[in-house]
T-cell receptor
Framework: GEDVEQSLFLSVREGDSSVINCTYT??????LYWYKQEPGAGLQLLTY?????DMKQDQRLTVLLNKKDKHLSLRIADTQTGDSAIYFC??????????FGAGTRLAVHP | EAGVAQSPRYKIIEKRQSVAFWCNPI?????LYWYQQILGQGPKLLIQ????????DSQLPKDRFSAERLKGVDSTLKIQPAKLEDSAVYLC??????????????FGPGTRLTVL
């Protein structure tokens, strides 16, 4: 099938690290993405990883890819209240068609 | 650089009525996408255009949904007649295409449709 699965909710304390997990289905996906959606706003691309990589770091963001288990994770270091949002994992198929998970709602509390 | 523009931002209609959404992509972006995002779910691709041709419309309910991009720039998505289950946010995205490769998709703010 085309299901990309994510846990639905994560709550962390400000300053801690957040880890959002995702499993995808298609081992032939070329790119895997993390998008952020804030209330009333469109989707913002946070980062992506090419399928032949196993890790990518971009400032506070670290993406880990385990191709064998089709598992993707996003780690946010030093999580801030401004990081509160819904995070979507997506895989690309065909002609850049994105298959999204249901999203993980991240709540950051003091 | 201006982003993807969509209008209207909100629309409330009764079931069996018709509705149309408009999208203006980022200038120069050859590829345009319409996604449907139902509350609590991730976006689902409805249709993808490359210039004014359809690349993928496999998940478009063609009995009631239609979309066009006549001049290869802006696009309209229409629902006729609407059903309750069409209540969702309709997101438009665009991307450039170069060297045989699709680039990052940029999303508009979406149109929130409520069908009563």
């Amino acid at each position: 099938g085309e299901d990309v699965e994510q846990s639905l909710f994560l709550s962390v304390r400000e300053g801690d690290s957040s880890v959002i997990n995702c499993t995808y289905t298609d081992s032939s996906s070329t790119y895997l993405y993390w998008y952020k959606q804030e209330p009333g706003a469109g989707l913002q691309l946070l980062t992506y990883i090419f399928s032949n990589m196993d890790m990518k770091q971009d400032q506070r963001l670290t993406v880990l890819l385990n191709k064998k288990d089709k598992h993707l994770s996003l780690r946010i270091a030093d999580t801030q209240t401004g990081d509160s949002a819904i995070y979507f994992c997506a895989e690309s198929k065909g002609y850049n068609k994105l298959i999204f998970g249901a999203g993980t709602r991240l709540a950051v509390h003091p | 650089e201006a982003g993807v523009a969509q209008s209207p931002r909100y629309k409330i209609i009764e079931k069996r009525q018709s509705v149309a959404f408009w999208c203006n992509p980022i200038s120069g972006h050859a590829t345009l996408y319409w996604y449907q995002q139902i509350l609590g779910q991730g976006p689902k691709l409805l249709i993808q255009f490359q210039n004014n041709g359809v690349v993928d419309d496999s998940q478009l309910p063609k009995d009631r949904f239609s979309a066009e991009r006549l001049k290869g720039v802006d696009s309209t998505l229409k629902i006729q007649p609407a059903k309750l289950e069409d209540s969702a946010v309709y997101l438009c995205a665009s991307s450039s295409y170069s060297g045989g490769q699709y680039n990052e998709q940029f999303f508009g703010p979406g149109t929130r449709l409520t069908v009563l």
